[in-house]
């Protein structure tokens, strides 16, 4: 069983910046792949980023590449996401979540095992 909580959302304007974080649970974290999901009103959860369970592997959804960073502290069982120059269409509750098959590539969200309770980020014009 792993717990996730993020924190770190909020309100920036566009082109700022947000680090958000996901903490995690139990002692198994680092045989988890991790991700980051988003999701906006009215629409279903996308894929942000994914990360490997040594941290060596990366993989971002085109619309965030060279602006989001993820990455992860296994001693400190958290996974980060940097967001950088963020736009209004970032808008979203962003989630994190465990994929315990080391499938960090994956955008399927029925595939992680575990997901947190979520942080808001809202960009603003």
């Known amino acids: 069983q792993v717990q996730l909580v993020e924190s770190g959302g909020g309100l920036v304007q566009a082109g700022g910046s947000l680090r958000l974080s996901c903490a995690a649970s139990?002692?198994?974290?680092?045989?988890?792949?991790m991700a980051w999901f988003r999701q906006s009103p009215g629409k279903e959860r996308e894929f942000v980023a994914g990360?490997?369970?040594?941290?060596?592997?990366?993989y971002y959804t085109d619309s965030v590449k060279g602006r989001f960073t993820i990455s992860r502290d296994n001693a400190k069982n958290t996974v980060y996401l940097q967001m950088n120059s963020l736009k209004p269409e970032d808008t979203a509750i962003y989630y994190c979540?465990?994929?315990?098959?080391?499938?960090?590539?994956?955008?399927?969200?029925?595939?992680?095992?575990?997901w947190g309770q979520g942080t808001q980020v809202a960009v603003s014009s």
């Open positions: 979540a465990a994929e315990a098959g080391g499938r960090y590539y994956s955008t399927v969200s029925r595939e992680y095992d575990y």
């Open positions: 139990g002692r198994t974290f680092s045989s988890y792949a």
């Open positions: 990360i490997s369970q040594g941290g060596a592997g990366t």
